[in-house]
């Protein structure tokens, strides 16, 4: 077995080994099932300044967070959603979308510039954005309007301000 790097050349994921193994130590199934206790799903942006457990007051096993770039609905977050509706017993749905988004602005280009450096272009969209608020309202409409979701009376919408930790609702 090859000894493990000095800590100067330890990679990122090799850390996160280190400190799952010290997490392991005190480990202990808590015996939670895979339903969420508050029945709730949270669809967000993978941005990595939302604490989303500390910002909504959440403990493990409360609700689902299904993260991505923007925080919003793609046909895999309703997949998810899906899922977590049919399968696991949620009921309401959160999307929180935020200030200072790597979405915003960003545009379509971006798949076409890693076509030409690939050779192939992505299946997917970049689903980026100008209208913080309209991005919302659209993730809010693609959830309400979703023929797999049987639970839409629940759906919710909020910008979460980076500066403040505070979330803005929106219509």
């Avoid at 996160?16 to 392991?24: D, I, T």
């Avoid at 609905?73 to 509706?85: C, G, H, N, P």
């Avoid at 409409?141 to 505070?166: A, I, K, M, N, Y």
């Amino acid at each position: 077995m090859a000894a493990a790097p000095g800590p100067e050349r330890a990679t990122e994921t090799e850390r996160f080994l280190v400190s799952n193994r010290s997490y392991a130590e005190t480990f202990r199934d808590g015996g939670m099932d895979a339903r969420p206790v508050r029945h709730v799903a949270v669809v967000a942006c993978m941005d990595a300044r939302l604490d989303l457990f500390a910002a909504l007051g959440l403990e493990l096993g409360d609700a689902h967070i299904i993260r991505n770039a923007g925080g919003v609905v793609t046909d895999d977050t309703i997949r998810s959603l899906t899922i977590s509706q049919r399968a696991l017993g949620t009921r309401a749905v959160v999307l929180i979308h935020h200030t200072g988004c790597g979405l915003l602005g960003l545009t379509e280009d971006f798949r076409r510039e890693l076509e030409l450096e690939v050779g192939q272009r992505p299946q997917w969209a970049v689903e980026s954005f100008v209208d913080l608020d309209g991005d919302v309202r659209q993730s809010m409409q693609r959830v309400r309007t979703s023929p797999f979701l049987p639970h839409t009376e629940d759906v919710r919408g909020f910008v979460f301000d980076v500066h403040t930790g505070l979330l803005r609702e929106i219509d």
